[in-house]
């Protein structure tokens, strides 16, 4: 954090050189002073977020497609048959437990291409993915629950092979989060990172293959979006909501990619002005010492000579 | 409608860690962005800055506004 308040100090204003961290952030990025949210006076205006002009359209319009969604699900769809009313959490739990697939999916090509291409910019995408997957992951499980209470009359099963592994899928990347966050050398973070993240992957084939696999062993019903059994409002419904769902998530990755950007920015920079430090101190230091050395050397200069001498 | 408190608890919930998450990147990003130049925000809309660039991904802006570009070392 002092590191952090380091840069803050060094960046928030004009590059003025007033010391070594600060005259090393200005070399580094001297020349790239003077864009539109700078001002005359170099004073860096914003703005401070992640957000831009794209960005917030696109969440204006994702925010309609939420508000369609609920009058859809509330207001037009009616009740099921079998499940009554309750079905209407389909049109949360079901959206919200595809993003994890998607998330995790995408942390898996980041990986591979941080594996593959040493590459920091995909590290972020990584990371970015897997958090917002891990939030899913844990919205699945919890409106899951609140689902299985009314429909299988229980809060949890400890038997059933979809809750288990989609739990265990969690708990891998909730760890790939947690091991992250323990390191600090981001070139072995990311490939280690990278090779965690690979590992829980493969967890998603069983998530999404064990109602198939192990069908006796699942309260879950199999996969039946394919076979036209929905009526068409409430397939309409549910498209919708997943398509609504996943935009979310593109528009959640651009902002937390932006963020761990700026993260990354944050360490990058922090340690250059800090081996920028290092080495002005080393140099002068060397050059107090050498000066304190030099009548020193010319003494013990003039007793080896004599020590030769005799 | 049956089973009422289920299905507002699983909506509410659902869009109230949504809603926290957004709220932590949002803060978490007002605290960060002052602290890194300007340049370095590579989503700002700047004349300076081609987002478009293949060549830019990983680093921080092009040759012609960067020519000490120190990120690029670490693509």
Partial sequence: MNQNKDIKANTSGAPSGQNSAEAALSAGVADCWGSAAVDAAGTDTGPFSTSSRNTN??????????????????????????????VRLMFVH???????????????????????????????????????????GALTLITGSIWGRPTWNTWWEWGDV??????VL??????????????????????????????????????????????????????????????NMTLFTLMLAIVVFMSLFGWLLVQRFRLGWLAHQIETLGLEAQIAQRRQQAASGYREAVTQLQPGQSQSGQSQSGRVEK | MTHLNYIIAGWLITFLGIGLYISYVIAAAKRLSPQVPAEYRRWMESPNIDLLDSSNQGGLGTAETSSTNTNSEHK
């Fill in chain 1, 57 to 86: 359209l696109f969440g204006l319009l994702i925010l309609a497609g939420f508000i369609a969604v609920f009058l859809l699900a509330f207001f037009v769809v009616e009740a099921d048959r079998v499940q009554g009313d309750v």
């Fill in chain 1, 94 to 136: 079901v959206p919200v437990a595809v993003v994890p697939y998607l998330a995790f999916g995408i942390t898996a090509i980041g990986s591979i291409a941080v594996l593959l291409k040493r590459s920091q910019w995909w590290d972020v995408v990584a990371s970015s993915s897997a958090e917002i997957g891990v939030l899913f």
């Fill in chain 1, 162 to 167: 979809r809750l288990m592994t989609s739990l």
């Fill in chain 1, 170 to 231: 969690f708990l891998m990347f909730a760890g790939y989060l947690a091991y992250r966050r323990s390191m600090t050398d981001t070139e072995i973070r990311a490939r280690r990172s990278a090779v965690l993240a690979l590992i829980a992957t493969l967890n998603l084939v069983l998530v999404n293959r064990s109602v198939e696999w192990w069908q006796n062993r699942t309260l879950h019903q199999q996969s039946t979006l394919a076979e036209g059994r929905m009526e």
